[in-house]
């Protein structure tokens, strides 16, 4: 079993950047792929970046190209999703999910591929 936990969420002005953080435990990660996603209110989740920790191999939505990247830590066990530029259409709740292996590009943005998962990180846009 993996146990997912994310921080660094918060209230940011627009223009802002955040960079959030995904402590795992119970596993190490290092043959896993870890993926975040986001959910607004009245939305439905959807994906955001996805890192293999085989190879740090990345991808992102293409919403999310240029201002958010994905990165791991093996010695701390731990996935990151640094925002810069943030927007008010950023607002979501942010989740952070595992999966064990090497998901190939196709499957990554699919969150039933991904049996763990964290309990979210509330991110707001606001001035």
């Known amino acids: 079993q993996v146990q997912l936990v994310e921080s660094g969420g918060g209230l940011v002005q627009p223009g802002g950047s955040l960079r959030l953080s995904c402590a795992a435990s119970?596993?190490?990660?290092?043959?896993?792929?870890t993926g975040w996603f986001r959910q607004a209110p009245g939305k439905e989740r959807e994906f955001v970046a996805a890192?293999?920790?085989?190879?740090?191999?990345?991808y992102y939505a293409s919403f999310a190209k240029g201002r958010f990247t994905t990165s791991r830590d093996n010695a701390k066990n731990t996935n990151y999703l640094h925002i810069s530029n943030l927007k008010p259409e950023d607002t979501a709740a942010y989740f952070c999910?595992?999966?064990?292996?090497?998901?190939?590009?196709?499957?990554?943005?699919?969150?039933?591929?991904?049996?763990?998962w964290g309990q979210g990180t509330q991110v707001t846009v606001s001035s």
């Open positions: 119970g596993r190490r990660l290092s043959s896993y792929t």
């Open positions: 890192i293999s920790w085989v190879d740090n191999n990345t």
């Open positions: 999910a595992a999966s064990e292996g090497r998901l190939i590009m196709s499957r990554r943005p699919d969150p039933s591929v991904y049996p763990y």
